[in-house]
């Protein structure tokens, strides 16, 4: 017998009249006198393990009938076609060696949503947030294998910062010794210095928005997955974006087809996701908008219920190209054909979910930045560094940033964004 399998292998691959020894952790438990089942979890899924008295020392019987939920318990006995058993099998248990007690499990049927957060260390080990964790580290994985398949360097930017990238209202200010600095909202005008080197660049990071309302959309700790690219314009930027996305999901597709399942998502819906996505300018988003009836003038961005509006009925995601240059950050390029716009796209997620990534063509003149800058009243003095890169010898370049949490919400079709990360931090919380 050869060292412990997992209960995937197992009912994989069962192994006959072979004995067998898992561990894992007590899913749940029913016993009748002389026989217990106990369904055993481990990570990668559920097997009925069955403890029948007499096949097995009575102390580890005992083990077995006291055994409570979350316990952790090793256990070697051989594997029984059932199909009354998850997975179509049981394990026999010939012994059952309990490893860590657990007092009584906190989280039952029919918590409160607040219980459930308090006890999120916990919570995460159920099944759909096992699933939701695996889904995305598919995502990541895809992202990682595509990103590397097409030349991307990944760099490691900073996380304390002297600069605001997304503007002042939702930064997270802290002392850093004597001097002020913030928490990171992008890693992008890092990303941006560092293309200069390798040309094609990302970055895997956390970043920090002090984001006040509370929505189903924003987290306060978010990760971001941001891309930097030199001699690329807006429209080689989304094609980017389309590949890259699509990667990302038709990772998942190979991968998590049973965790897909389990969530209630139809893996067909996901299979659809390939390029080319919808484009569409803003100009033209604000008739349609109006034409449903909505009430929002040309220069208004688009908000969560807008975008719900126009991505319902949608099966793939759709890009928003050229908002107006008061929307969007002072980063973005000027479009020459129509100056009242930038050079930019967000992606939104179809089904309603809305945004998923911001990009743009970056500003390459000087000039142009530092007015804009100054018309949003921000001292350009902890720019000059940034303002260098445009100075020392400039070219077009374009990146975008991906909200990781707000992609894994759309492909797992969560309701709420916080369960899209283990530990959320939200304005309301940031326990445990
Ligand atoms: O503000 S963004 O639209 N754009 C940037 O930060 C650029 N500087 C990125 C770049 O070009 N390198 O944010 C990008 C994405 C956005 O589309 C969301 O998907 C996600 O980051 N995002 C968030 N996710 C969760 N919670 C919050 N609060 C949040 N804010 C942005």
Redesign the pocket.
């Known amino acids: 017998m050869a060292g412990f399998s997992h209960v995937r292998d197992l009912l994989e691959n069962p192994p006959g009249e072979e004995e067998v020894q898992v561990r894992g952790w007590v899913y749940r438990t029913r016993s009748s006198g002389k026989i217990v089942f106990a369904v055993l979890r481990d990570s990668t899924g559920i097997v009925q393990v069955t403890i029948k008295k007499g096949n097995l020392p009575d102390p580890e019987f005992e083990q077995a009938v006291g055994a409570t939920i979350e316990s952790s318990v090793e256990v070697r006995g051989t594997v029984h076609k059932d199909d009354r058993a998850p997975g179509g099998y049981e394990l026999r248990a010939k012994s059952f060696i309990l490893i860590g007690p657990a007092p009584p499990f906190p989280i039952t049927e029919y918590q409160s949503e607040e219980l459930l957060l308090d006890n999120r260390h916990l919570w995460i080990r159920s099944r759909e947030q096992t699933a939701v964790m695996k889904v995305k580290a598919s995502l990541l994985m895809g992202a990682r294998n595509w990103l590397d398949e097409n030349g991307f360097f990944e760099v490691t930017p900073p996380i304390f910062t002297q600069n605001a990238?997304?503007g002042g209202v939702?930064l997270f200010k802290l002392k850093y010794f004597d001097r002020e600095a913030y928490l990171s909202?992008?890693?992008?005008m890092y990303?941006e210095a560092i293309m200069f080197s390798l040309e094609r660049v990302y970055a895997l990071t956390p970043?920090f928005?002090a984001?006040k309302s509370r929505t189903t959309?924003?987290?306060?700790e978010?990760w971001?997955l941001?891309?930097?690219e030199a001699w690329v314009d807006n429209i080689g930027n989304m094609k980017i974006q389309e590949e890259l996305v699509s990667a990302m999901v038709q990772e998942v597709v190979r991968d998590r087809k049973e965790e897909i399942a389990l969530l209630g998502r139809d893996i067909e819906q996901l299979k659809a996701i390939v390029p080319p996505f919808k484009r569409v300018t803003y100009s033209h988003m604000i008739e349609r908008l109006q034409g449903k009836g909505i009430d929002i003038a040309w220069g208004c961005d688009l908000g969560a219920a807008e975008e719900r509006a126009v991505t319902q009925e949608e099966t793939i995601p759709t890009f928003v190209t050229n908002f107006p240059i008061e929307c969007k950050?002072f980063?973005m390029k000027q479009d020459p054909d129509d100056p009242r716009t930038v050079k930019c796209a967000?992606?939104l997620a179809p089904e309603g979910y809305g945004?998923?990534?911001?990009?743009?063509e970056r500003e390459t003149d000087i000039d142009i930045i530092m007015a804009r800058l100054a018309e949003q009243q921000v001292p350009v003095d902890a720019y000059q560094w940034y303002l260098d890169l445009r100075r020392y010898g400039s070219v077009p370049h374009s990146?975008?940033?991906?909200?990781v949490?707000?992609?894994l919400r759309w492909v797992c079709k969560l309701e709420h964004?916080r369960d899209a990360v283990p530990f959320p931090r939200t304005v309301a919380r940031a326990y445990p």
């Open positions: 990238c997304e939702t909202q992008s890693a992008q990303l970043s928005r984001e959309r924003h987290l306060t978010f971001h941001e891309l930097e950050a980063y967000d992606l945004e998923i990534i911001g990009g743009s990146g975008f940033g991906l909200g949490e707000r992609v964004i």
